[in-house]
């Protein structure tokens, strides 16, 4: 059975491939499997449809068979778990791998979604301003941390693994703020992860359907 | 080989069980697995041998004969994966309770650490008072999609899962805020993680190395 996956009907980030979906298609990419997309809109996420699949109302979700997932994490460690290809066989060398998904979601994006928080949520707020560099410099520590770890490595533990797609796909979140490229060891890093074969995929994927839906606009 | 934890050496929270290494403890006394803990100061969580452990300055790390971990959510799932106990033995309902693991640590604890953001590190900023409502706010929100979800059900996922044991470490967080009050699902649910036994060993094992340490200062 063809997994279907959730995206948004209109991307926010007009095809950049910042939103959550992108991490599942890159490892469903990576691993090889087909799957479909079911596109929802801003309203429709709230509607109880939707949030019987995901409880916060975001997307993407995940569907296969009788199981039906959120949170993108769990959805590239289920696929991991199922598929060689994402994670070590060797069970120590898997845990760390595992490690470094966390890692992204938990220590890294956070301060990231920060920034979002920033300039979008807050960006007419008397205190935007003076805030701002604040908010970055939480970014520069995590960034210096994560450099200093990876140092002349071109993964974070070995080959690639269901961890570098994950910080990967963090990173470039960051990319629209210039921090990134504060730290070449990243921006390189981030590159390697663009110039997979199973990225462009998905990113060419996305991208085609926000050039749908504008075109259709 | 008994397992290695890492404690604050200086609790900041003031023995109540909030540092990430009860989540661990708590993991520990469900599988009934023996364990001792390291307790590092906050200058010795930022040098070189520590960072080795912990490339961003933290704690808990876990250590056991070959494998060393950082990430609370990794240390908790390679437990539950190694041991019966925490994780359901059907593929998909292990893969729905791996999903609260990830909505924990990164749909719900995210908002709850902006509002120590907001509160103590930019609790001098001249923003500090007319902010705090919208970063409280943004907790509401989640507390009350979760709350929905939970309904009258007594855990996440069926039986007691590392699904619960993370979520309820993570609304602890909140409880000095006021906001879990608001929400009396959500404020039961949490009564019920902490009337278990092994949340109760794990409690005092952690209060007493604060106890011991404020004894002897």
Redesign the interface.
């Known amino acids: 059975m063809t997994p279907i996956l959730t995206g948004f009907a209109q991307s926010p980030d007009r095809g950049r491939g910042l939103a959550r979906d992108m991490r599942v298609r890159w490892a469903l990419e990576e691993l090889g499997l087909p799957y479909e997309v079911r596109l929802v809109s801003f309203a429709e996420m709230k509607e109880p449809a939707h949030?019987a699949l995901h409880?916060?109302?975001q997307i993407p979700t995940y569907q296969e068979g009788?199981?039906a997932?959120?949170?993108?994490?769990?959805i590239l460690?289920?696929l991991a778990g199922q598929h060689a290809g994402l994670l070590p066989t060797d069970p120590?060398a898997r845990?760390?791998a595992?490690?470094w998904?966390?890692?992204a979601?938990?220590?890294i994006?956070?301060p990231i979604?920060?920034l979002f928080?920033a300039r979008v949520?807050?960006g007419d707020?008397?205190?935007a301003a003076?805030?701002l560099p604040?908010v970055q410099d939480r970014i520069r520590t995590?960034f210096g941390?994560?450099s200093?770890?990876l140092g002349a490595a071109e993964w974070l533990e070995g080959d690639f693994t269901a961890g570098d797609l994950m910080m990967v796909s963090v990173l470039l979140r960051a990319r629209s703020s210039g921090l990134l490229e504060e730290f070449p060891t990243l921006a390189a890093y981030v590159a390697r992860g663009e110039a997979r074969a199973a990225y462009q995929r998905a990113f060419a994927a996305q991208l085609a359907v926000f050039t749908a839906l504008s075109d259709g606009s």
Do not use: C, I, M, Y
């Not at 997932?69 to 769990?74: I, M, R, T, V």
């Open positions: 949030l409880p916060f109302g009788g199981l997932l959120f949170e993108s994490g769990a460690l289920h120590l845990a760390r595992v490690g998904v966390f890692a979601l938990n220590t994006e956070p979604l920060d928080t949520l807050e707020k008397p205190w003076e805030r604040l995590r941390q994560l200093a770890r």
